[in-house]
C-alpha cells in the first residue's frame, strides 16, 4: 500500500487545518488507518485510528472533541479535521495503515503558533 498525504501547514492557535492520505492499493482497504504525529523530543503517538470495518474510532485523549478523522472505502482516502488547534498539536503528521508490512506517509508539517 502506498500513501499519498495532503494538507497541514500553520496556523493560530485555536484555528483549524486538516490533513487528508489517499491509500493506493489493489484491495478492498480491510485494514485499520489512522493519523500519528511526532514532534521534537517526543515519540510518536496515534492521533486518531479509524478501523477497518469503518466502525470503531479510537482519539488521543488529548484531542478528543477537537479532531475528526473521517474515512471514505469508496476514495480510498481518509482525513483528520483540526479544530480548535492549541500550540502541543504541532508536529508531523503522518498517515498509517496497518497493513503487512505496515505502511507510512512521508509526513506532513502542521506548526501552531501562539
Known amino acids: 500500500v502506498q500513501l499519498v498525504e495532503s494538507g497541514g501547514g500553520l496556523v493560530q492557535a485555536g484555528g483549524s487545518l486538516n490533513v487528508s492520505c489517499v491509500a493506493f492499493d489493489d484491495g478492498s482497504m480491510v485494514y485499520d488507518m489512522g493519523w500519528y504525529r511526532q514532534s521534537p523530543g517526543k515519540g510518536r503517538e496515534a492521533v486518531a485510528i479509524?478501523?477497518?470495518?469503518?466502525?470503531?474510532?479510537i482519539y488521543l485523549d488529548s484531542v478528543k472533541g477537537r479532531f475528526t478523522i473521517t474515512r471514505d472505502f469508496t476514495k480510498k482516502t481518509v482525513h483528520l479535521q483540526m479544530n480548535s488547534l492549541k500550540p502541543e498539536d504541532a508536529a508531523t503528521y503522518c498517515c498509517?495503515?496497518?497493513?503487512?508490512?505496515?505502511?507510512w506517509g512521508r509526513g506532513n508539517q502542521v506548526t501552531v503558533s501562539s
Open positions: 498509517n495503515a496497518d497493513t503487512s508490512p505496515n505502511a
Open positions: 479509524s478501523g477497518w470495518d469503518g466502525e470503531r474510532i
